[in-house]
């Protein structure tokens, strides 16, 4: 291969360098082709395009950029020598390559429509010149950018064109990414089955090749399946996997902070397990000489919120570093689900409003839809904690809801669209809104239609949300007839005092329930005396008679907690 400084004698770049350029990608021979690029970083010096092949060279360098060779700033100098004279002047076969060149940069810098732009124009003048290996590259990156909008039937469309492609025409090795890139859409969009058969195919594939980065995305995906299969312990596993492979080259920081990202999300739904875990512990007046202390899960679950703060910090950096928009905007939403977790309602709500701008100002419609429900889960946790400005809260809960689906319409991300419908039912339902009986029907109207986004046998944190919705707007059937007559003054021929025997009846018995069946946070919730409680329970025959002893002490009255979301040891 020759590379000459003098274009007056030879051609700055010989056919046998972009052919073995070309045989690496085929082959993902990734080191041997990123030492042949290193060698020539200071060709920028003495670029020319109008010498014969600097436009192809061009088109595979940013192929090479995308697979880890990593020097984006040497193909946006490179592009920048193209002014409009020449441009102009250009033959198709060459102006293919450097539209092909801009529309990776612009993927990559997070500028997705900019991007799909570049490579429509592309994909028809590359169809028409019949250049097979420009129409694979430019469909899988295609179906990228579209994936990353939520427009999954699009991204399917193009990326299953670059499979074709890569069959028909090229080396199997390279059909690899987009393999795994549709396992991944399919897992998104809700068929888990196929995707783990694409991932197997391209695992296999390569596992005798250096591609560190397809490997790592292999790894991470699988992450991504066994979180949602709920084996948490081995989604991590594959996520520090996917890390590991990452950090064989340098260039792939961006990968190893997406990947940790990731695996803080698996961590937080640890947590909430193990939260459950510790609200449900039995009362310590129980034998407890075969279950391990309490105070063990509570330490434990300190260290697990500490572990995944100091993870989303170390990858805000990074990712600040990097100037990766919509990845700072995931850390600062995940560290807003942390914080809600944790009943640090202002921290969330700061958060979230973070991460919404982030998104905005790349309209990444999925995070700003996801931070819009976050926000609508913040002022929810505001309504029930009857934080000073119910109203206001109540209010602006409504606001974020209606934000959030609207913002999620714009995505065909299923499970998006089930969480930002389980909210809005959650948020007409709530203390607030559901007296009104417009509110119930909007509720129950959100609830079916969020059932039907829901993915068949998952069991996940979507469907325990759907849980509650379904059992508050169930409970509140029954509640709902009698109150609203009272609100309209309509009470019969009952004294006050019965009326207040009436409510008692209805609201202690849920309260019970909710508070798992303790006589103690009952009455300190709604600070009433236990005797009260459990003389109302055994009136209506959910307590034995018994039970009610004049001689019997109650139970230390505990603090309130929030009913969803417990504080614990002030984490």
Not at 104 to 126: C, G, N, P, R, Y
Not at 287 to 303: G, H, I, Q, W, Y
Not at 560 to 566: G, M
Request: charged share 30%.
């Amino acid at each position: 291969m020759t590379i000459s400084n003098d274009s007056r004698k030879q051609p700055l770049i010989s056919p046998e360098l972009l052919s073995t350029l070309r045989a690496d990608i085929d082959s993902r021979r990734i080191e041997h082709g990123t030492n042949l690029l290193a060698a020539m970083t200071r060709m920028s010096d003495s670029f020319e395009p109008s010498v014969s092949n600097t436009a192809a060279f061009l088109g595979i360098l940013a192929e090479w950029s995308d697979l880890g060779f990593g020097n984006l700033q040497l193909v946006k100098r490179l592009i920048a020598g193209y002014n409009v004279e020449i441009r102009s002047k250009l033959p198709v076969s060459e102006y293919i390559p450097l539209r092909m060149a801009e529309g990776m940069v612009a993927m990559t810098e997070e500028m997705l429509d900019s991007a799909i732009d570049h490579f429509s124009i592309v994909l028809k003048l590359a169809d028409e010149i019949r250049a097979w290996d420009i129409l694979a590259i430019v469909h899988y990156w295609t179906a990228r950018c579209y994936r990353k909008r939520g427009q999954y039937e699009t991204a399917l469309m193009h990326v299953r064109k670059a499979r074709q492609v890569q069959s028909t025409h090229g080396h199997v090795q390279n059909e690899a990414p987009a393999r795994i890139l549709e396992s991944l859409i399919l897992f998104e969009n809700g068929d888990s089955k196929q995707a783990l058969c694409g991932l197997r195919d391209a695992e296999v594939i390569l596992s005798h090749t250096d591609d560190y980065l397809t490997l790592g995305n292999i790894q991470s995906t699988y992450g991504h399946i066994l979180e949602r299969e709920l084996r948490f312990g081995q989604a991590i596993e594959h996520y520090l996997r996917a890390i590991e492979q990452f950090q064989k080259r340098d260039s792939m920081r961006v990968q190893v902070v997406r990947t940790i990202v990731d695996m803080s999300f698996t961590r937080i739904q640890v947590a909430r397990r193990l939260r459950h875990s510790i609200e449900a512990y039995p009362d310590p007046q129980k034998d407890e000489s075969r279950m391990p202390p309490r105070t063990a899960f509570v330490k434990e679950l300190s260290n697990l919120y500490a572990t995944i703060l100091r993870d989303l910090d170390r990858a805000g950096e990074m990712y600040g570093e990097n100037r990766n928009v919509r990845g700072i905007a995931r850390v600062h939403l995940y560290r807003g689900y942390l914080n809600l977790d944790m009943g640090k309602l202002d921290l969330a709500a700061q958060e979230a409003s973070h991460a919404y701008l982030a998104a905005e100002s790349k309209r990444d419609f999925i995070l700003m839809a996801s931070s819009r429900n976050l926000q609508c889960m913040v002022e929810n946790a505001r309504v029930e904690e009857e934080v000073e400005g119910w109203t206001d809260h109540a209010l602006a809960s409504l606001d974020y809801a209606r934000d959030a689906i609207e913002l999620a319409s714009n995505t065909q991300n299923r499970r998006l669209l089930a969480t930002v419908y389980i909210w809005s039912g959650l948020t007409h339902s709530n203390g607030f809104f559901i007296a009104s009986h417009h509110a119930h029907d909007r509720a129950r109207e959100a609830m079916d239609k969020a059932a039907e986004f829901l993915e068949p046998g998952v069991r996940d944190h979507i469907w325990e949300d759907f849980r509650v919705l379904k059992r508050r707007l169930s409970e509140n059937v029954t509640l709902e007839p009698k109150l609203i007559q009272w609100a309209q003054g309509e009470t019969g021929a009952k004294t006050f005092r019965q009326l207040k025997e009436d409510f008692a009846d209805l609201v202690i018995p849920r309260t019970w329930e909710q508070e798992k069946r303790k006589i103690s946070r009952v009455a300190a919730r709604l600070s009433i005396s236990p005797r009260k409680v459990r003389r109302v329970l055994t009136r209506l025959g959910l307590m034995k008679a018994e039970s009610l002893s004049e001689n019997a002490s109650p139970k230390p009255v505990q603090r309130r907690r929030h009913r969803r979301r417990t504080r614990v040891n002030g984490s």
